[in-house]
């Protein structure tokens, strides 16, 4: 997510958390936070990193250069969420706001069957 969707972060972090609890191969999942920061000035950078290990947040990756988020064509003010199976393939890629039951239970069945 980028600062726009961070509001949405904590809300599918905690969800999938907690969901993943009840598949059995959970520990070969790994959720893992990307924070899109291309929009951050450079001269912001310290300042940044210092909030981040501030927070109580899970840890994540910063990409600076929005590398990532190009990549996967991720939305802005979203959170986006991207799926990649064993073989580190793409297998399914939302970008959501508010929780939404459907698209959990979508995300736990893809995430059952990789």
Known sequence: SDR???????????????????IPAR?????????????????????????????NWHWRLMDWKGTFADAYGFESNQCNIVIFNRKHILVYQAVVQGLDIDEITKILSILRAS
């Open 4 to 22: 726009g969707g961070n509001q949405f972060l904590s809300i599918w972090q905690n969800a999938l958390l907690d969901s993943l609890t009840r």
């Open 27 to 55: 520990e070969q999942i790994q959720l893992l936070s990307v924070a899109d920061l291309k929009a951050a000035p450079f001269f912001l950078k310290g300042f940044i990193r210092t909030i981040f290990q501030q927070r």
